[in-house]
């Protein structure tokens, strides 16, 4: 069974870090393009980052860019998000899923995890 696994996910005090995994199962995560998504409670599900399957690209929402950093290493078949200096409005529910490239539509993304809860609180 083809699926992403997402780890990492952890209760935190503002300012704090925590990286994310993400974990191929079943098929090679090298060929595909991964986004990082996040749905808040109440809140509809917004794509946060991505990365193309050679790391020649990545993206970030305006929300977080500076504060977290994507990064992938194929031969682990696993993606990471290192989110530092949080803050409680990101708290969230954190979700990798797969695409050909780095599109904006979550449409265009399979492949979608569990999710993993990230709290930050002080």
């Known amino acids: 069974q083809k699926q992403l696994v997402e780890s990492g996910g952890d209760s935190v005090q503002p300012g704090g870090s925590l990286r994310l995994s993400c974990v191929a199962s079943?098929?090679?995560?090298?060929?595909?393009?991964i986004g990082w998504f996040r749905q808040a409670p109440g809140k509809e599900r917004e794509r946060i980052s991505c990365?193309?399957?050679?790391?020649?690209?990545?993206d970030y929402t305006d929300s977080v860019k500076g504060r977290f950093t994507i990064s992938r290493d194929n031969a682990k078949n696993t993606v990471y998000l290192q989110m530092n200096i949080l803050k409680p409005e990101d708290t969230a529910v954190y979700y990798c899923?797969?695409?050909?490239?780095?599109?904006?539509?979550?449409?265009?993304?399979?492949?979608w995890g569990q999710g993993t809860q990230v709290t930050v609180s002080s």
């Open positions: 899923a797969a695409a050909a490239v780095c599109y904006n539509e979550q449409d265009e993304y399979g492949f």
């Open positions: 990365i193309s399957h050679s790391s020649g690209y990545t």
């Open positions: 079943g098929f090679s995560l090298s060929y595909y393009a």
